[in-house]
């Protein structure tokens, strides 16, 4: 089954920056999209930013452009997403999903076929 493990969030202040990863496993030569999203407290979960299976392609959410970056490196099955200017209202669980065999990503949780477990990123004075 495959398998996609977050790792990077942690407590930082608001301005700063953090570098999420990705790791996907348990596939060998399928292509797939990649979407991160985030979810807060007493809040629904939301598309933040995806990529397609090439990396040729990305979309943002309007809160977080101009500050997140995605990208990706195939060839070690990792999905970054680099975020400065952090905002205490960045604060939430970020995931990421795949959806395999998909070329191009989408914000749409129904999109996807596997989770992450999420990474609690913090962003407070």
């Known amino acids: 089954q495959l398998q996609l493990v977050e790792s990077g969030g942690g407590l930082v202040q608001p301005g700063g920056s953090l570098r999420l990863s990705c790791t996907a496993s348990?596939?060998?030569?399928?292509?797939?999209?990649i979407g991160w999203f985030r979810q807060a407290p007493g809040k629904e979960r939301e598309g933040v930013s995806c990529?397609?299976?090439?990396?040729?392609?990305?979309n943002y959410a309007d809160f977080v452009k101009g500050r997140f970056t995605i990208s990706r490196h195939n060839a070690k099955n990792t999905v970054y997403l680099q975020m400065n200017s952090l905002k205490p209202e960045d604060t939430a669980v970020y995931y990421c999903?795949?959806?395999?065999?998909?070329?191009?990503?989408?914000?749409?949780?129904?999109?996807?076929?596997?989770w992450g477990q999420g990474t609690q990123v913090t962003v407070s004075s």
């Open positions: 999903a795949s959806r395999l065999r998909r070329k191009y990503c989408s914000n749409y949780v129904s999109f996807y076929d596997y």
């Open positions: 348990g596939f060998t030569s399928d292509y797939y999209a």
């Open positions: 990529i397609s299976s090439s990396g040729d392609s990305t």
